[in-house]
C-alpha cells in the first residue's frame, strides 16, 4: 500500500496494515505508533518520526478501500437502503416472526453518556480580555471532511436540529402535556453530574466532550451520536425533559416510549421514582437490568487513549471500526450464550416461589394480588413525604419565631436585671474609669438585647399577619402541634444528611473495585473512604439524637444496620410521614421481601416468554441469512463476477463462523425440563431474506473487483476449550439436526 498518491517511494504490505487492523480492534489500546516501533523493532532500524505518519496515510487508504468493498457487498445484498443496518442490528429483538406472540413493550434500548472518549480541542492560548476573564483562543483544527463508512453515527446536522439555540422558535404554540400528580418525584436533586460549574470547563477544552450510544438489550449498537458541548443527565429526568420538548413529545407518545432507570443507577434514586420507573415494578420489562451501557463502556473506554487527541476524523474512525467489531465479535458471537445465560436466570428466580408461598403463611397474606395493594399504599405514602404544604411550613416557621421571641424577651430581662456599678470616688480615676467602663458595656448589652428582642418580634408579628392568627403561647394545641412538627422536620434533615453520605459510600466502593481502576486512585478513594467513615458515624449519632426527640421517640440505628442496608430507597420508609406506617405490613422488612419477590417473579414470566420469542426469532434468522448469502454468492458466481463472490462469501462468515456453537448451545437449552420455548424455524414477517431475485444492475454497477480466484472462505475450527471440550460428540450431532431441521423448513417454504 503505497504513502502518497504520486511517486511513492515507500510502502507497506496488506499484511502489516491487516494485522493492526484486527489486534488494534481486540486490543484498543494498540496505537499506531507502538506497532510502528513494534516493527522498527523485528527488523532492526531506529524509529523515526515521520514512519507512523507514513503507516497512518496507508492505514487510512487500507480502511477506505474495505469501506468501498463492504458498501458494494451492502448493494449487491439489496442492502444499501437508508437505515437498513439500524432495522436490522439484532436478530432477536428485530427478526419478528408471522404468528408470534405480542410484546407488551417490543423493543427495549439502553442509552447513556460517556465521557471517556472525548476528544481535546486544539486551540490557541486563552486570552485573558481587559476586565480580567478569560476566553478560549481560536480553533487550530485541520479542515478534514472525510466521513467514515459505516452508518452507526448520526450525522452532525441532525444533531443541530435540535440544539437549544432553536429550542425558542420550536416552543412557540407548544402546551406540553400535564404529567399529572405523580409527575414530582424529588430524586433530580441527588444527580449533579450536568451542574455548570462541571461542564462549563470542560466545554471549552473538548470539542466532543463523550458519545451517547443506544444498545439493545443483547449490547447490539443501534446509532451513536457525538455529545457537543452536551451530557445526559438521569433517566427519570430524561424522560420528562422528553415530555416536555415540542418535536418530541409527540413522537414519543406515538411510539410509547418511556424512560426507565438501570438497576445499578437506580439505586441511587428516591423510592418514588423507583416505584415508577425501576425495572422491576414496570410491567413488561422482564429481568433486565437496563444497564447494557455499563458493561459496554467497560470495554470501550479502553479507545481513550489513542482518540483523546486525534483529529476528529480519526476519532471517529477509531470508534466506528470498534462498534462494528463489537458487533459481530462481542454481540452476536456471544447471542446465545447471552439468551441462555437470561433463561436460567429466568428459571432460577421462578424456583423461589415455594419460598414465598411459605413467607407468605407467615405474614398471612391469602393471595399475591394483596402486594399489589401494598405497593399503591406505599406510592400514596411516599407522596405524602414529598412536600410540606404551604400552611404547615409557616406554622413551624412561627414556631421557631416564636421560640426565639421567648428566647430574646428572656435575655433582655436577664440583662436589664444587671445591676450598674456603684460610682467610685471622685479622687478615684483609676475606680472611676473602670466604673464607666462597666457601665457602657451593660448599657450596650441592654441596647443589643432590646433591639434583637425587636427584630424577633417584628418577624413574630409579620408571620402572624400571614397566619392570620393570634398570639400563640406555650402548652397551647397549636404550639405542641407545631412543636411536633418541627422535630420531625430535624429527623428528616438529619436523615437526608445520613442518607447521602451512604450514597457517596457505595459509590465509591463500586469504583475502588471497578476494573481498571488505577493503585494511586485506589488508595486515594481508599483514603476518603475512610474519612467518610468517620462522617456517617457522626451523622448516624446526629440522628439518633433527633431519633430520641420524636414522639413517640424513633429507634435508633447502628453502624452495622447503616452499612447492610441493601436499598437506599429504604431510608425513604424512614420518615415520619402524617400517618403512622409502623404497623403496616409493606413497611416490616419481612413484609418488604416478599413484595420484591412477587414482582420479581412476575418480571420472570414476563422474561421466558420474551426469550422464547427471541430464541425461535434467532434460529429462524440464522438459518435464512446463510441460504440468502450462499444464494447471491452463487448467483455472482454465475455472472462471472469471483472478486465479489469472494467478499459475500467473507461476509457470511462473520456470523456463519459462530452459528454452529449457537446453534449446540440453544440446543442444550432446549433440552432442559423447564424449557417451554420452541427451536423449530419459524416464517420472517420481512421476506426480504425470502427473495432470490438479484438487485438492479444500477444499483450494483460500481467500478470492478479484480477477481482473486481464491476459494470460498471454510469455517474456522475452534478448539476444545472451555464449554466446547465439554460438549464432546454431541455437538456435532446437535448441529446436524438443526441443519436438518432448517433445510426442511426451507425446503417447505420453497415449495409453498
Not at 499484511?15 to 505508533?33: D, H, K, M, N, T
Not at 467514515?148 to 406540553?176: N, Q, S, T
Not at 434514586?269 to 415494578?281: D, M, P, V
Not at 406506617?581 to 418480571?603: C, F, T, V
Request: hydrophobic share 35%.
Amino acid at each position: 500500500m503505497p504513502v502518497s498518491p504520486h511517486f511513492p517511494s515507500v510502502v507497506v504490505t496488506i499484511r502489516a496494515l491487516e494485522v493492526f487492523r484486527a489486534a488494534s480492534l481486540r486490543c484498543p489500546r494498540l496505537g499506531i505508533q507502538a506497532f510502528v516501533r513494534t516493527l522498527c523493532d523485528l527488523h532492526g532500524v531506529p524509529p523515526r518520526g515521520y514512519l507512523a505518519t507514513q503507516f497512518r496515510v496507508a492505514f487510512d487508504v487500507y480502511l477506505s478501500i474495505r469501506n468501498v468493498v463492504d458498501k458494494r457487498v451492502q448493494a449487491a445484498l439489496g442492502r444499501n437502503t437508508p437505515n437498513w443496518r439500524l432495522k436490522n442490528a439484532c436478530p432477536a429483538c428485530m427478526y419478528k416472526l408471522e404468528g408470534e406472540e405480542s410484546l407488551l413493550i417490543p423493543l427495549l434500548v439502553t442509552i447513556d453518556g460517556n465521557n471517556s472518549l472525548k476528544r481535546f480541542w486544539r486551540r490557541e492560548r486563552e486570552e485573558v480580555l481587559e476586565d480580567g476573564t478569560s476566553v478560549p483562543g481560536t480553533s487550530k483544527e485541520r479542515l478534514d471532511n472525510r466521513v467514515p463508512g459505516a452508518d452507526y453515527y448520526l450525522p452532525r446536522e441532525e444533531i443541530d436540529r435540535w440544539a437549544k439555540e432553536g429550542l425558542e422558535d420550536m416552543m412557540k404554540g407548544f402546551v406540553p402535556e400535564d404529567g399529572g400528580p405523580e409527575e414530582e418525584d424529588g430524586c433530580m436533586e441527588r444527580w449533579q453530574n450536568m451542574r455548570e460549574e462541571v461542564t462549563s470547563r470542560a466545554y471549552g477544552m473538548y470539542d466532543e466532550t463523550g458519545f451517547f450510544p443506544a444498545l439493545c438489550r443483547h449490547s447490539f449498537v443501534l446509532i451513536v451520536v457525538d455529545m457537543l458541548g452536551q451530557g445526559y443527565d438521569n433517566g427519570c429526568k430524561y424522560g420528562k425533559m422528553v415530555r416536555a420538548h415540542p418535536g418530541l413529545s409527540k413522537l414519543a407518545a406515538d411510539t410509547n416510549f418511556k424512560s426507565l432507570v438501570g438497576a445499578f443507577h437506580g439505586s441511587g434514586h428516591q423510592r418514588e421514582c423507583q416505584l415508577k420507573n425501576l425495572s422491576t415494578y414496570v410491567e413488561g420489562v422482564g429481568t433486565e437490568d437496563l444497564e447494557t451501557c455499563e458493561s459496554f463502556f467497560s470495554k470501550s473506554n479502553v479507545l481513550a487513549p489513542t482518540t483523546r487527541y486525534a483529529t476528529a476524523f480519526h476519532r471517529k474512525q477509531a470508534i466506528t471500526g470498534y462498534l462494528r467489531h463489537a458487533d459481530v465479535f462481542d454481540a452476536y458471537q456471544g447471542l446465545s450464550g447471552v439468551l441462555c445465560s437470561k433463561y436460567r436466570r429466568a428459571l432460577r428466580t421462578k424456583a423461589t416461589l415455594p419460598a414465598l408461598q411459605e413467607t407468605m403463611v407467615q405474614l398471612r397474606v391469602e393471595s399475591r394480588a394483596i402486594f399489589e395493594t401494598w405497593l399503591e399504599k406505599e406510592k400514596r405514602f411516599l407522596r405524602t413525604l414529598s412536600k410540606e404544604p404551604v400552611q404547615e411550613t409557616l406554622e413551624m416557621e412561627y414556631y421557631q419565631k416564636l421560640v426565639n421571641l421567648l428566647h430574646q424577651e428572656e435575655h433582655l430581662a436577664n440583662v436589664m436585671k444587671l445591676r450598674l456599678p456603684a460610682a467610685a470616688a471622685p479622687t478615684d480615676a483609676a475606680g472611676y474609669q473602670r466604673a464607666a467602663k462597666e457601665t457602657r458595656g451593660i448599657e450596650t448589652q441592654r441596647r443589643h438585647a432590646m433591639e434583637r428582642a425587636a427584630k424577633a418580634l417584628e418577624a413574630v408579628q409579620d408571620l402572624e399577619a400571614r397566619l392570620d392568627t393570634d398570639r400563640w403561647v406555650p402548652g397551647s394545641e397549636k404550639w405542641e402541634a407545631a412543636a411536633t412538627m418541627s422535630g420531625r422536620r430535624r429527623y428528616q434533615r438529619a436523615l437526608d444528611d445520613l442518607e447521602g453520605l451512604i450514597i457517596a459510600r457505595m459509590f465509591e466502593l463500586y469504583k475502588v473495585n471497578m476494573a481498571g481502576t488505577g493503585y494511586k486512585l485506589r488508595k486515594h478513594i481508599a483514603k476518603a473512604l475512610q474519612a467518610r467513615s468517620k462522617a456517617v458515624k457522626a451523622a448516624i449519632e446526629r440522628y439518633n439524637a433527633a431519633a430520641d426527640a420524636m414522639t413517640p421517640p424513633k429507634d435508633h440505628l447502628s453502624w452495622e444496620q447503616v452499612v447492610e442496608y441493601a436499598f437506599l430507597a429504604d431510608f425513604d420508609l424512614l420518615r415520619e410521614g402524617r400517618e403512622d406506617i409502623r404497623g403496616e405490613p409493606w413497611a416490616l422488612p419481612s413484609g418488604r421481601a416478599a413484595m420484591d419477590q412477587h414482582y420479581k417473579l412476575l418480571r420472570a414470566d414476563e422474561e421466558l416468554k420474551r426469550l422464547n420469542i427471541e430464541i425461535r426469532r434467532f434460529i429462524t434468522y440464522m438459518g435464512d441469512e446463510e441460504a440468502y448469502l450462499r444464494h447471491h454468492e452463487e448467483r455472482l458466481v454465475a455472472e462471472s463476477n469471483a472478486g465479489l463472490a469472494h467478499q459475500v462469501g467473507r461476509h457470511r462468515m462473520e456470523h456463519a463462523r459462530f452459528d454452529a456453537l449457537h446453534m449446540v448451545a440453544l440446543g442444550k437449552l432446549s433440552t432442559e425440563k423447564r424449557f417451554t420455548g420452541s427451536i423449530t424455524p419459524g416464517v420472517s414477517v420481512c421476506k426480504e431474506r425470502h427473495a432470490r431475485s438479484a438487485p438492479s444492475r444500477e444499483d450494483v454497477e460500481m467500478h470492478p473487483v479484480a477477481p482473486t480466484g481464491a476459494p470460498r472462505a471454510p469455517p474456522e475450527e475452534h478448539g476444545d476449550d472451555g464449554e466446547d471440550a465439554e460438549d464432546g460428540g454431541d455437538s456435532g450431532e446437535l448441529t446436524d439436526t438443526f441443519l436438518h431441521i432448517m433445510r426442511i423448513t426451507h425446503d417447505v417454504a420453497t415449495a409453498t
